[in-house]
Structure formats: structure tokens, C-alpha cells
């Protein structure tokens, strides 16, 4: 009878656990394509550089973040380059860097993921791991042409 017991909550423990080994866009999961391609080098904590397309963070093409008591949404189109730095083990702070010579500091979440896809696979980072994002002037259309356009986001 124990024996039994033994059994059925193995298969219980067994079936409750299918499917959880690639929850997110983790390692072996596919990173989901945004509908705009930016292209980016990203610079790891190790100085290692990534040349990327379809440049998300937290699956979307804008940096979120908190500034004071703010939550503020920043468009990639504006973008040039985001520098992190230390803040504490929850959040980093970006130094947000556009296209117009301006700078924005915003604190963003330590474990957001920052993902993009390379000529070799798909890359995911988490701002932890960061040190800089360098974005390309101009949007990239989903067939990979340039759109020569000016940085601003259209009205």
C-alpha cells in the first residue's frame, strides 16, 4: 500500500512539473520578435559585445524604469545609448542618452531581461549583467532594409 502512495505522488509531482523548464525567455526558449527591428551592440559586465536585431527589453522596444516616484516609458526610436550603473541588488540605474543630446536617469528592475537576435541565435541579458546598450541611428523594417529616419517618433 505504501508503495502505491509512493507511486502516485511521484506521477502527481511528475505531471504537475511538465512544461516548467522553459517558462519566459530564458535559455532554449525562442525570443519573441518585436514588431520594429532595432539593431544594438549590448556590452556585457565582462566588456563582451553583442551585435543585435529586434533589440527588446522586457519584450518591448521601450525602457521602462522608475524616476523618483514616476514611472516613465522611454521610446528605443529616441534612443542613442544606455549606460547602467549600480544601484542595489533590486534595481540599476540607466543613464538614457538620445539622439538629441540629452540625458535621462532612470532606475530600472535588476532582472528584467534585455533580449535581441544574432546571425548565431537568440541573446537574452538581464540588466544586472549589463554594462551598455548602443543603439543604430534609424529604424530597421521587418525585411532587414534601413528607414532612414530621423530618430523622432512619427505623429
Not at 514611472?71 to 534595481?91: G, H, N, T
Request: glycine share 10%; proline share 2%.
Amino acid at each position: 500500500m505504501k508503495l502505491r502512495r509512493s507511486w502516485i505522488l511521484i506521477l502527481v509531482i511528475a505531471f504537475m512539473s511538465l512544461g516548467m523548464g522553459s517558462m519566459g525567455a530564458g535559455a532554449g526558449g525562442k525570443v519573441k520578435r518585436p514588431k520594429h527591428n532595432f539593431r544594438a551592440t549590448i556590452t556585457d559586465v565582462s566588456s563582451v559585445q553583442t551585435h543585435v536585431e529586434y533589440a527588446a527589453c522586457g519584450g518591448h522596444t521601450r525602457l521602462e524604469g522608475n524616476n523618483g516616484k514616476s514611472e516613465v516609458s522611454i521610446p528605443f526610436e529616441r534612443v542613442e545609448r544606455v549606460v547602467i550603473s549600480d544601484k542595489d541588488e533590486r534595481y540599476k540605474t540607466a543613464t538614457v542618452n538620445f539622439w538629441d543630446g540629452r540625458t535621462f536617469q532612470v532606475d530600472i528592475k535588476a532582472y528584467l531581461a534585455c533580449t535581441g537576435v544574432t546571425e548565431m541565435g537568440d541573446v537574452t541579458v538581464k540588466v544586472r549583467y549589463l554594462r551598455q546598450i548602443d543603439f543604430e541611428r534609424g529604424e530597421y523594417t521587418d525585411d532587414g532594409s534601413k528607414d532612414e529616419s530621423d530618430g523622432k517618433p512619427s505623429s
